[in-house]
């Protein structure tokens, strides 16, 4: 079986960093209720010159620097996100120039919403172990997300736990136990400000009414406490390992009581949940990849580590496999 080895990583936050004091400036919040509901300090948010594309870029390119690979030898460039700064073209397509890339290999953006880092990870192995083109092994996954331009203002369910930022990986196969858990559930929506689904976000109609992402919070935490703790024990089962074998297990950053909660369901070590959702807040697809980029830069990642990333977001999707570190 091939598995997924990552090589390198590479993160790109935006500039301005928006406290809950900020917020609470300009709507009825404060700092003591977001902390407690969920775990979150601040976030970034993008500024001028700063767009989604760009931090992607940035992120991309950081991470293939680090990774000694030749631009000869990527096969695949994948990116994950719903907020790229066009609906086409892709972000991905848009690194070939900028990091001279080679122009023969497929570039694309998979949308599978906060579950985002599984399902780009998985499909680029599938890809990979085609092996279409055996002088090409690498591939540079990025997830990237500026979510601060899809936030009502006015809705301070949604615009309390959301920021932007990107992190990068480039990812090899390697022989070795893998497995993954991918998925989704329509039959879950209920009705949430249009679109049927608990988390949602129209594309802009003729009127060009400003287009903002819906959340039923309740809903999707029942949700989240529900599947991460079967995407993880079916990823671990299925990939022959146990929980022991798993020295970190990475989850999407949404809110730390969901984390809290999957740790104390599932009765695991709550020092191997890596958390940053307290400075980065929910980043959605890019959330993991942003994990994996500050560990590595913490020297947390050691050479074979095995990884357990869990996400989980609008469609309802979820999204969890197995990967280790160099
Ligand atoms: O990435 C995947 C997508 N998203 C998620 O995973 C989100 C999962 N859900 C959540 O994180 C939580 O549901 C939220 C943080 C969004 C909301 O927390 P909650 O504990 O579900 O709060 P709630 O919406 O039930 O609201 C409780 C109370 C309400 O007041 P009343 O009706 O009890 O008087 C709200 O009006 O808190 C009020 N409230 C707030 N108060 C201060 C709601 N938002 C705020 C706020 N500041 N920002």
């Not at 985002?116 to 092994?137: T, V």
């Not at 689904?197 to 935490?221: C, Q, W």
């Not at 020295?247 to 949940?273: G, T």
């Not at 913490?298 to 280790?324: E, I, K, M, P, Y």
Request: charged share 20%.
């Amino acid at each position: 079986m091939y598995s997924v080895k990552i090589i390198s990583t590479g993160l790109a936050l935006p500039s301005r960093t928006i406290t809950n004091d900020d917020l609470a400036k300009v709507e009825e919040t404060d700092d003591a209720w977001i902390r407690k509901r969920t775990g979150i300090g601040e976030r970034r948010f993008t500024g001028d010159g700063e767009s989604a594309n760009q931090l992607a870029l940035d992120a991309a390119r950081s991470a293939f620097e680090k990774s000694g690979v030749s631009k000869e030898q990527i096969g695949l460039v994948m990116v994950a996100t719903l907020s790229g700064n066009y609906s086409t073209p892709s972000v991905a397509s848009q690194m070939q120039e900028p990091l001279s890339l080679p122009k023969d290999i497929p570039y694309l953006d998979v949308n599978a919403a906060c579950s985002g880092a599984a399902y780009a990870i998985e499909f680029a192995r599938s890809y990979l172990a085609a092996n279409l083109n055996p002088q090409k092994p690498y591939a540079i996954v990025t997830g990237v997300e500026e979510l601060s331009k899809l936030l009502d203002p006015s809705d301070r369910t949604t615009n309390i736990i959301f920021g932007d930022g990107a992190g990068a990986v480039v990812m090899t196969l390697e022989e070795g136990s893998y497995a993954s858990t991918l998925g989704a559930e329509s039959s879950l929506a209920i009705n949430c400000g249009g679109a049927k689904n608990s988390i949602s976000l129209n594309t802009p109609d003729a009127s060009h009414t400003p287009s903002y992402i819906r959340m039923d919070g309740k809903e999707v935490f029942r949700f989240a406490v529900r599947i991460l703790p079967y995407c993880i024990s079916e990823t671990v089962s299925k990939a022959g390992l146990t929980f022991e074998d798993i020295d970190w297990f990475i989850c999407h950053q949404a809110n730390k009581r969901i984390i809290d909660h999957v740790v104390r369901a599932m009765k695991l070590p709550k020092e191997k949940f890596y958390c940053n959702v307290d400075h980065i807040g929910n980043t959605s697809g890019a959330s993991i990849f942003i994990c994996l980029a500050e560990m590595e830069e913490q020297g947390l990642l050691h050479s074979g580590d095995t990884l357990l990333l869990a996400g989980f977001g609008s469609g309802l999707t979820w999204g969890s496999c197995v990967v280790r570190y160099r």
